[in-house]
């Protein structure tokens, strides 16, 4: 366990780079910046991280860390079970992490759009195969592609959720997420379509 002190000093370095990832982007702070803001000198930074890519990815991977954790205690048997279920309740632990970390997702995919939902759909896809065995082809689908419209559509959809500033429920927006991929949007439009006729 790290000490009082040490856990003070990261949470001003953590404020101190959020506040600045608010204002420029990332190639343009620097750790001066980073140390003036958050009131320590620079061999005290030194001592926690190698420069700011290191704050970076240790900040990136403590979220990272805790989207894995949440995963690793779901298991895919449990899908056919009962598929919307499931679903929804897999959508709503990765929107709680999210929740959890409401300021640095705000400032990643509202104000820098940066890298870290291409790593969340990593996880996702690599917790899914390690407990699945999948095939090539999803009928005439290659699996990379059907990986890919769907973890990116999903992706789409929560940065649109964060930056219309959370309003929705988890339970509402991971139920948006079931209802496109299950239905479709091709389909949603036709049903509504053949409503107005």
């Given at each position: 366990?790290?000490?009082?002190?040490?856990?003070?000093?990261?949470?001003?370095?953590?404020?101190?780079?959020?506040?600045?990832?608010?204002?420029?982007?990332?190639?343009?702070?620097?750790?001066?910046?980073?140390?003036?803001?958050?009131?320590?000198?620079?061999?005290?930074?030194?001592?926690?991280?190698?420069?700011?890519?290191?704050?970076?990815?240790?900040?990136?991977?403590?979220?990272?860390?805790?989207?894995?954790?949440?995963?690793?205690?779901?298991?895919?048997?449990?899908?056919l079970?009962?598929?919307k279920?499931?679903?929804?309740?897999?959508?709503?632990?990765?929107?709680?992490?999210?929740?959890?970390?409401?300021?640095?997702?705000?400032?990643?995919?509202?104000?820098?759009?940066?890298?870290?939902?291409?790593?969340?759909?990593?996880?996702?896809?690599?917790?899914?195969?390690?407990?699945?065995?999948f095939p090539?082809?999803?009928?005439?689908?290659?699996?990379?592609?059907?990986?890919?419209?769907?973890?990116?559509?999903?992706?789409g959809?929560?940065?649109e959720?964060?930056?219309?500033?959370?309003?929705?429920?988890?339970?509402?927006?991971?139920?948006?997420?079931?209802?496109?991929?299950y239905?479709?949007?091709?389909?949603?439009?036709q049903?509504?379509?053949k409503?107005?006729g």
């Amino acid at each position: 366990m790290e000490d009082r002190r040490i856990r003070k000093t990261k949470e001003s370095v953590k404020t101190a780079y959020l506040e600045l990832m608010r204002e420029k982007p990332f190639k343009d702070i620097t750790v001066n910046q980073i140390t003036e803001r958050a009131d320590i000198n620079r061999g005290t930074f030194y001592l926690h991280y190698l420069d700011k890519f290191d704050l970076r990815d240790q900040l990136e991977t403590e979220v990272l860390q805790q989207l894995e954790q949440c995963l690793s205690e779901r298991k895919m048997e449990n899908l056919l079970a009962g598929t919307k279920n499931y679903s929804i309740e897999l959508i709503e632990l990765i929107l709680q992490v999210i929740i959890d970390n409401k300021e640095f997702f705000e400032i990643l995919l509202i104000y820098q759009d940066i890298g870290l939902p291409q790593k969340f759909s990593r996880i996702i896809r690599d917790n899914i195969e390690r407990q699945l065995e999948f095939p090539q082809y999803l009928d005439i689908v290659p699996i990379n592609y059907y990986f890919a419209f769907i973890v990116n559509a999903q992706t789409g959809l929560i940065k649109e959720w964060v930056k219309n500033g959370m309003k929705e429920s988890k339970y509402d927006v991971a139920s948006y997420a079931y209802t496109l991929a299950y239905k479709g949007p091709l389909n949603l439009m036709q049903n509504y379509l053949k409503t107005q006729g």
